[in-house]
């Protein structure tokens, strides 16, 4: 692994200069701390486009309210934040229903999330919909995993973000 200096601190051994030496490394750590809470700001918003390019481009069945519902939350205090997706039904689009999600799963559902509960299997299930009040037939839905792959284009993107704001220091 390789890193670049990032800041050189030059001092004598004197009292004086020891003591302009911290004042500076304690101006540094504030600057990267700022530069760090930026960064989360950016990957979050970025993040927020990317996770509804996802929904709209994994052909995730959508009446607009799973797409609206995607937003970033922040947490200045913690300096942490997040993108999310408030809207009741996102898991499952996130990672399937029944025996046709488990015939396409979600990359990391395998011990964490059991696709027929009720153990359905191809008989299906009925359920009414708030769409149009009608009731309708299924036996599932595939893993269409748009919060997934957002973490995943963030991850390799964070790197990149990071290094633009250090070069603006």
């Given at each position: 692994?390789?890193?670049?200096v990032l800041?050189?601190?030059?001092?004598?051994?004197?009292?004086?200069?020891?003591?302009?030496?911290?004042?500076?490394?304690?101006?540094?750590?504030?600057?990267?701390?700022?530069?760090?809470?930026?960064?989360?700001?950016?990957?979050?918003?970025?993040?927020?486009?990317?996770?509804?390019?996802?929904?709209?481009?994994?052909?995730?069945?959508?009446?607009?309210?799973?797409?609206?519902?995607?937003?970033?939350l922040f947490?200045?205090?913690?300096?942490?934040?997040?993108?999310?997706?408030?809207?009741?039904?996102?898991?499952?689009?996130?990672?399937?229903?029944?025996?046709?999600?488990?015939?396409?799963?979600?990359?990391?559902?395998?011990?964490?999330?059991?696709?027929?509960?009720?153990?359905?299997?191809?008989?299906?299930?009925?359920y009414k919909?708030?769409?149009?009040?009608?009731?309708?037939?299924?036996?599932?839905?595939?893993?269409?995993?748009?919060?997934?792959?957002?973490?995943?284009?963030?991850?390799?993107?964070?790197?990149?973000?990071?290094?633009?704001?250090?070069?603006?220091?």
């Amino acid at each position: 692994m390789s890193y670049k200096v990032l800041k050189s601190i030059n001092m004598e051994l004197s009292t004086q200069s020891i003591n302009n030496a911290i004042r500076e490394i304690r101006e540094f750590r504030k600057q990267l701390k700022d530069i760090c809470w930026e960064l989360v700001k950016v990957l979050a918003m970025e993040g927020v486009e990317i996770a509804k390019m996802q929904v709209a481009s994994l052909e995730a069945v959508d009446t607009g309210e799973l797409e609206n519902s995607i937003q970033g939350l922040f947490f200045p205090q913690e300096r942490v934040g997040y993108v999310i997706a408030d809207c009741k039904y996102a898991i499952y689009v996130e990672y399937g229903t029944g025996i046709i999600g488990q015939s396409a799963p979600h990359p990391e559902a395998e011990g964490k999330w059991d696709y027929d509960v009720r153990g359905h299997g191809i008989e299906g299930w009925v359920y009414k919909s708030d769409k149009d009040g009608e009731f309708h037939w299924t036996v599932g839905y595939i893993s269409r995993p748009f919060m997934y792959n957002t973490m995943r284009w963030l991850e390799e993107a964070a790197p990149d973000r990071m290094a633009a704001l250090l070069a603006q220091m």
